[in-house]
């Protein structure tokens, strides 16, 4: 399984990025996908997450309200928007990807697969 993020960058506190990830080599019908985070000296932070085969999905507390998940099954794509952005958001941002599952769950105990994060700064 491959994961590829993108869509990183610099952006000042209130702006807005959107996290694309590109999923290859999963073969299951249905899974569960998310984002995660770790920023310096913090621990790993399940952001949000997302099963196909119900289209729940989770968000921490720290970004309900500011940012959406989303997925393009045709292109084997999930995004994540991010609006209102703070500064501490800054951290490093990677797409993982696990059987489908609770997506609460998932997002909360981690996941089997992750990619290469991207890198999110907010700063002003």
């Known amino acids: 399984v491959q994961l590829q993020a993108s869509g990183g960058g610099l952006v000042q506190p209130g702006g807005s990025l959107r996290l694309s990830c590109v999923a290859s080599?999963?073969?299951?019908?249905?899974?569960?996908i998310g984002w995660f985070r770790q920023a310096p000296g913090k621990e790993r932070e399940g952001v949000s997450c997302m099963s196909s085969r119900d289209g729940n999905w989770y968000y921490s507390d720290s970004v309900k309200g500011r940012f959406t998940i989303s997925k393009d099954d045709v292109k084997k794509v999930v995004y994540l928007q991010m609006n209102s952005l703070k500064l501490e958001d800054t951290a490093v941002y990677h797409c993982a990807i696990d059987r489908a599952g609770s997506s609460w769950y998932l997002c909360k105990h981690g996941m089997n697969y992750y990619g290469k994060g991207t890198q999110v700064t907010v700063s002003s």
């Open positions: 080599g999963w073969t299951e019908e249905h899974y569960t």
